[in-house]
């Protein structure tokens, strides 16, 4: 959107703005407010807290399905190729589950 030959989509886009600079400087702008906010939930995730009283946490995984670990794109045909399997429940491996408690 920020490519002055694209003025026509940021102007739909961006109806309310009158002039070409400034939708420019919105468009060059958002991606920056994005990773920022991004990176403050991040940052927020990372913070240790403990539950609330009263509350119990557990962690049920498993370790009997076969679970991607390492992928790989095959850009002839633009799909992802499974290129190494682990232990681990289809979505998550047992190895990310150990470390997650601390083991």
Known sequence: MADPDQDSVSQEL???IPDRESRECITLNYPRKCLFRAKQLHQALDIPAAPSPGV???????EAIETPTVMSIDIQVSK????RNSTGAGVITATTT???IGG
Do not use: E
Request: glycine fraction near 6%.
């Open 56 to 62: 119990i946490i557990n962690l049920y995984a498993g």
């Open 98 to 100: 150990q470390h997650a």
């Open 14 to 16: 961006l109806p309310d």
């Open 80 to 83: 992802l190729i499974v290129v």
